[in-house]
């Protein structure tokens, strides 16, 4: 019985946008998708074919990112407009908005537990917000250009940034202390994230690279030249074994970071990449780009299909703990290459990959080596791969690790009845709504007031005039 990766499948593209599409995100639950454009706009898509999308007019500017809260019932958006909105992702598009920097936001995250919110910006700034009322918490300052990008780490203790002064900066939530400074040399991080594990971080940067860190040793594991442009963001599978890169060279770079070797390029987007994110289960992965089209593809490479048809997926650890500072997690430090061809019918709709030779550099380490040779045919419409492998004498691999944020499908494995877990998560959604209305009602109650205000500061204005108008 053989197995071979199968290849990943566009599913289905979005076309409303009317400028560059700049960040993607999924929900929990997979049932939308929060998309941020130039055009000013938030859309959020539905996955079901018979429902609309909605499309949220409300900032300013460009909106340059969108995230889906934990629970999936509240999306953030940051803008050239100096605010973030939180939305209510459904039809009637309410929201609250809050001027959280002195200018653009380039950067919203929510973090793991939904009750806070970082943000970035071009005014040298991090801040922290709480999600109820937006109420600002405090400010990370030693950043001395731009910020680009800022995310919580899994377990919400540290918080990761990358700016344009060269530095990918590590903080401490708690202390508010940076605790390390990762330095760029050719070019500045456009984009960094978080390995599920919490151990490792990714940066994709303006030199065309992609580096991967240990944020215990400070150490860099790997360095991926495989983009000739570049490389606008990037996403790591929930299960941690992958990192998909969107880039301004037209393509999509699927890496497999335990083998340290490039999986696939995709084509699909005419122009610039220029956001990605894997879904929260890792089945499905979303791009967009300056054609201002958003397309959905099936993962498939996270599975193992085997000759008699038995497909098996890549399951996330049901274990919920997070790695102390004390456990290992090495990806292999190899460099040999790795050369993909395949043919493709529709080039429009499906993905290409092309003849390539990609090498993934890391400092003076041991060099581990590894031979693949991959060969592709095209067969019924559908490309197929199979592939030899020469494994190493030494095998070190990233432990499967569960985002919190797993589609509510899978509450049921931790014990959780699904009914419960429906009704939970129906109730949640009721407060977060709950939340908002309240967060609007103060807006309003507050403009009542200062309308109030105004007229008796006329009234007495007035009595005043009439006052001196008897005397006189």
């Given at each position: 019985m053989t197995s071979a990766l199968s290849d990943p499948t566009l599913e289905r593209h979005f076309k409303g946008h009317r400028d560059t599409v700049t960040s993607v995100d999924f929900s929990c639950n997979m049932k939308?998708?929060?998309?941020?454009?130039?055009?000013?706009?938030?859309?959020?898509?539905?996955?079901?074919?018979?429902?609309?999308?909605?499309?949220f007019d409300g900032?300013?500017?460009?909106v340059?990112?969108?995230h889906f809260s934990p629970s999936g019932h509240l999306v953030a958006s940051a803008s050239r407009d100096k605010t973030v909105r939180l939305w209510v992702p459904s039809m009637k598009a309410e929201s609250t908005v809050f001027r959280a920097h002195?200018?653009?936001?380039?950067?919203?995250?929510?973090?793991?537990?939904g009750q806070t919110l970082v943000t970035a910006s071009d005014d040298k700034t991090i801040k922290v917000w709480t999600t109820h009322r937006q109420k600002f918490l405090f400010s990370l300052n030693q950043h001395i250009n731009w910020v680009r990008c800022a995310k919580f780490s899994p377990d919400d203790r540290l918080i990761v940034s990358s700016s344009d002064d060269k530095t990918i900066k590590l903080w401490d939530k708690n202390s508010r202390e940076c605790i390390h400074s990762f330095y760029e040399h050719a070019g500045y991080a456009n984009y960094v994230d978080f390995h599920p594990s919490g151990t490792c971080i990714a940066a994709a940067s303006t030199d065309n690279s992609v580096k991967v860190w240990d944020i215990r040793s400070h150490k860099m594991l790997q360095h991926y030249q495989v983009h000739s442009g570049v490389v606008n963001s990037l996403s790591f599978h929930p299960a941690g074994n992958f990192l998909i890169t969107a880039s301004s060279d037209s393509t999509m770079k699927v890496l497999d970071l335990v083998e340290g070797k490039l999986l696939y390029t995709l084509h699909g987007h005419q122009g610039p990449v220029?956001?990605?994110a894997f879904s929260r289960t890792g089945e499905y992965f979303s791009s967009g780009g300056s054609d201002e089209q958003v397309m959905v593809w099936k993962s498939n490479f996270d599975c193992v299909e085997f000759s008699d048809g038995v497909r098996l997926q890549h399951k996330t650890a049901s274990s919920s703990q997070t790695p102390t500072a004390t456990s290992t997690t090495h990806f292999p430090l190899n460099s040999h290459t790795s050369v993909l061809r395949s043919k493709t019918s529709d080039p429009a709709q499906h993905f290409k990959r092309q003849d390539s030779q990609t090498a993934a550099h890391t400092q003076s380490y041991r060099q581990i080596g590894i031979q693949s040779r991959a060969s592709h045919s095209h067969a019924n419409g559908s490309l197929s791969i199979?592939?030899?492998?020469?494994?190493?004498?030494?095998?070190?691999?990233?432990?499967?690790?569960?985002p919190q944020g797993q589609a509510q499908s899978h509450a049921s494995d931790g014990g959780v009845p699904p009914g419960l877990a429906n009704t939970l998560e129906h109730i949640i959604g009721q407060l977060d709504i709950l939340t908002q209305t309240v967060s609007i009602l103060e807006q309003r109650l507050t403009l009542t007031e200062d309308k109030l205000k105004e007229c008796l500061e006329n009234q007495m204005e007035i009595g005043l005039h009439l006052q001196r108008s008897e005397e006189a």
């Open positions: 939308q998708i929060a998309t941020g454009s130039m055009d000013s706009c938030v859309m959020i898509w539905n996955m079901k074919p018979q429902m609309r999308a909605y499309r900032h300013k500017d460009a340059l990112s969108v002195t200018a653009t936001v380039r950067s919203v995250n929510f973090s793991g537990d220029t956001c990605v199979s592939s030899s492998t020469a494994h190493q004498t030494q095998t070190q691999s990233l432990p499967q690790h569960s």
